[in-house]
């Protein structure tokens, strides 16, 4: 078989975007989501969306994915470039039997030796035969990257991809998608609130609170006045907790599909350390 990571790996020239919003609007309902945009996306470097609970991230990857339209500015893609989604929830019916090969094969075709290949580099070989509804949160998340990496993906687009991990593998996560953008040079655009692992990890941190607050290298943001405003200010090692809400899920389509009725939103308190 010829080489596994030549076959995925794609490279663009490093000062290029892959993918641009200029001065992008977005209006829902007659209200304004997002407000003078302004972003680039790079290969090889993690970009990570921070801010409240409200302030737009999901909406922004889903215009910059052509999911949602916009009312004004632009959006520049690279001729060509192949996007790897992975939703913050993904909804799959209980009663559908469907494996984790299976899965990974929905509107994608490709060699057995490769889903198994992929399966291995995210370290999910084990559940490769499992109904998909069995595995834990962490394995799902580690089958969606290995879905992702498989498409050749050149930029993989992540909404909070350690929810429904537990906090011992949140940081593995973390540091396998570090790993794959350094095996294989594809860019990362995540949301996350998993604050002490965003500074961490991002080579840049975007803070969004429907417009851009503050952007630049993770040391530089937290620094930010409108950061510290959002976050709050504490002294040099303390912690500041920040509670996000959890209202709705995907579809297989990346649909969103609101939580039922009365179903109770998650909660989770995320703990940065600056």
Request: charged fraction near 20%.
């Amino acid at each position: 078989m010829q080489n596994f990571e030549a076959i995925m790996r794609r490279q663009r020239p490093a000062d290029q975007p892959l993918i641009e919003a200029r001065d992008l609007n977005v209006r829902i309902n007659g209200r304004s989501i997002l407000s003078g945009v302004d972003l680039s996306i790079f290969s090889g470097q993690i970009t990570t969306l921070i801010g409240p609970n409200g302030a737009g991230k999901t909406t922004l990857i889903r215009t910059l994915l052509g999911l949602i339209p916009y009312r004004s500015g632009k959006i520049i893609r690279a001729p060509g470039l192949k996007i790897g989604y992975m939703p913050q929830r993904l909804r799959i019916d209980p009663i559908v039997p469907l494996t984790v090969k299976r899965f990974i094969t929905l509107n994608n075709r490709v060699p057995l030796g490769h889903i198994r290949r992929a399966l291995e580099e995210v370290g999910a070989a084990h559940v490769e035969l499992a109904p998909v509804q069995v595995i834990s949160g962490g394995e799902f998340q580690r089958v969606l990257l290995a879905r992702a990496l498989l498409r050749k993906s050149e930029i993989l687009v992540l909404d909070e991809p350690a929810q429904g991990v537990d906090e011992a593998g949140q940081g593995e996560l973390y540091k396998l998608i570090a790993s794959l953008r350094g095996r294989y040079g594809c860019a990362v655009l995540m949301i996350s609130q998993d604050l002490h692992l965003v500074m961490a990890a991002a080579d840049s941190v975007i803070c969004l609170n429907r417009h851009v607050c503050c952007t630049g290298k993770p040391e530089a943001v937290s620094r930010h006045p409108e950061y510290q405003k959002l976050f709050g200010v504490v002294r040099p090692g303390g912690l500041a907790v920040y509670t996000h809400h959890h209202d709705h899920e995907h579809d297989l389509h990346g649909g969103v599909v609101p939580l039922g009725d009365g179903a109770p939103r998650r909660e989770s308190e995320d703990v940065a350390s600056r």
